[in-house]
């Protein structure tokens, strides 16, 4: 049986076939969110019975006397603000002397001065001031990493919040000025 080898022309596929399902779903959920949304605004507009209603009339001006200037205390005010510093007296009614000191922490003690240098360095990695404080104990030498000094705790606390992220124990102490 002959068999015809003419290209034919196929028809169009028709307009629902050229939809895929995903579209239809993404349409669907689209329509969905918007309904939902006007759903809420609707509900977030509060109901016109409920809402308070506002005399209009006419209102009672305030007096106004010339006295009621608007004045500045400001300029009052804040020199009064300022703490004054208060020295400190003994019981007998002499000034004493306040201790003057700074704080440093010590990062570190070794007995070798590589392993000293070694945590210097790593200190000076993270951004603080180390120094290396060589002393004897018990007839031998330490080599002690001291950090700062720092002029007052808060530095003092940062510092030391940078070496406990670091997995560094340090111990603050005083250093007299």
Known sequence: MPKDFAKHHRTAPTMESRISGSI????????????????????????????????EGPMAQPKLEADDEMR???YEIFPKSVVPIVEEYSKTGDKVVVEQFSWALQAGSFKSPTDANQ???EL?????????????????????VIVGPFDNELQR????????????????????L
């Open 72 to 74: 500045y205390d400001f």
């Open 124 to 144: 000076i990695l993270l951004g603080l001031n180390a120094r290396i404080v060589t002393a004897e104990v018990a007839e031998q030498k330490q080599h002690r």
């Open 24 to 55: 239809i779903f993404f349409a669907g959920f689209v329509l969905g969110i918007f309904i939902c949304s006007l759903a809420w605004l609707w509900h977030l507009v509060p109901e016109p019975e409920s809402m308070i209603k506002i005399n």
């Open 119 to 121: 945590r210097r360095a």
């Open 157 to 176: 606390n940062r510092a030391q919040d940078k070496l406990s992220q670091a997995q560094i124990s340090s111990l603050p102490f005083k250093v007299p």
